[in-house]
Every structure is written in C-alpha cells, then in structure tokens.
C-alpha cells in the first residue's frame, strides 16, 4: 500500500470516511461563519465610519430629524443604527405620555439598555459555531482514531499475524482522523479567538457611542425642563404663586 493521502483515502472504510465527512462539513461551517463574520463588520465599520464623518456635528436636537435620515442611509452599519434607535425612541417618548410618569430620557435610557443586548448578540451571532467546532472536532477525531484502531486489529485477527501489512491500513486511518480533527478544531478555536476580540471592541466602541447620545439627549431635556421653568417665572424674577 502506498502512502499518499488519495491511497490511504481509498482504503479507508465506510466508518473512517463518515468520521471524516463529518469533521469536513464542521470545517466548512467553521470557514463559513468566520468569513461571513469578517465580512459583516467590516461592512459595518464602513458604513459607521461614513455615517460619523457625515453626522458627527449634526447631534443637536433641531437635528434630530436629519440624523435619523442619514441614519437611514446607511443600514449595514451598528453606529447608525443605535444611533438611529436612541433618536427615534427619544421622539416617541416626547410625544407620547407614559403612565410610569418617566421623563422621556429615562424611558430612552431603558430602551437602550435592552437594545444594546440585541445588538451585543448580533455581533456575536455564529460565535457558537466556533466554540462548538473548535471543541468537539478533537473528539470526532479521537472517535475516527479509535475505529482506526479497531481496523488494524481486525487486520490482524483475519491475517493471524501482526505485520505491517496487516495493520498499515487501519493505524493510517487513525492518524488521518486525528490529523484531520486538530486540522479542523485549531483554526476554529484561533478563529473563535480573533473574533471575540474585534467583537468586544467594537461592543465597547458602541457602547460608548450610546452613553454619548444619551448624555445629548439628557441635555436636551435639562434644557427644555429650564426653559419651561423660565416661562412661568414673572418678569420680576419671582415665581408666579396660585392665589
């Protein structure tokens, strides 16, 4: 028997190569999610470095309308979008009451509170399937590995001898599936790795985003809330008092 990897395949039985289809399809879910991850926030961090570039000067409240609609523009970026989120949960709690009797930052600040953990699982949605694949392939392998075994003992119960030869087909369809295994579960888990970092800071850059918007938007309502109060104060600077 020959030892390239075509001849070693071909002499694999039907249990190795099911082993082995199996470890293939987590590689390629693996591959799959990585660059599907990869792709999704860089185009994220484009669009949010376009939508900070367009709107960075535009966070005033007589702007919020226009914001929103640059927002708008730019769907595939996270910025925008919580950006947009904050703004038109701010508008639709000044213009409605609440029953809580919450003052429309608080009602905004709570929102967000609940809507960053949507946004923190959507950077991190296929993450599973790393952690998953990185941890189980080394045992589907270990699990190839033992049938491997097994075949070089079956080798050597049908020959009645302990040669190479009859045992040379199953322990390479032990190394194969151990190879294979740690081929798949090392990138998986370096993978799992490189993302969680890009992701944690991406997180933390949003996050901070947030807490910027909701300070503006406490401001706003500081300022309003001082107006209201000059407006009933008498020109003489004493307030108005009920007869």
Not at 70 to 96: F, I, Q, W
Not at 100 to 112: F, I, V, Y
Not at 218 to 230: F, P
């Amino acid at each position: 028997m020959g030892f390239s990897l075509s001849e070693m395949w071909g002499h694999m039985g039907w249990p190795a190569i099911t082993v082995a289809a199996v470890l293939l399809v987590m590689g390629m879910a693996s591959l799959t999610v990585f660059i599907e991850r990869l792709l999704t926030m860089r185009r994220s961090r484009l669009d949010s470095a376009q939508f900070a570039a367009e709107s960075g000067g535009h966070l005033r409240e007589d702007m919020l309308e226009t914001v929103i609609e640059e927002a708008d523009k730019h769907p595939n970026g996270h910025l925008p979008r919580v950006v947009r989120n904050a703004l038109a949960t701010y508008r639709h709690a000044r213009e409605t009451a609440d029953v809580s009797q919450l003052s429309p930052a608080e009602r905004t600040r709570r929102h967000m509170e609940r809507y960053m953990e949507d946004v923190g699982a959507d950077l991190r949605r296929g993450l599973a399937v790393l952690a998953s694949v990185g941890s189980v392939a080394p045992f589907v392998g270990l699990l190839g590995t033992v049938l491997g075994i097994i075949s070089a003992f079956q080798g050597i119960a049908s020959t009645g001898s302990g040669g190479l030869s009859a045992v040379s087909s199953g322990i390479s369809e032990a190394l194969i599936e151990t190879a294979l295994g740690l081929a798949v579960a090392i990138p998986s888990v370096l993978g799992y790795n490189y993302l969680s970092t890009k992701i944690a800071r991406d997180e933390a850059a949003l996050n901070g985003a947030v807490g910027e918007v909701l300070d503006s938007i406490e401001g706003w309502a500081e300022r309003e809330l001082h107006e209201r109060e000059l407006k009933t104060e008498r020109p003489g600077g004493q307030r108005g008092r009920v007869a």
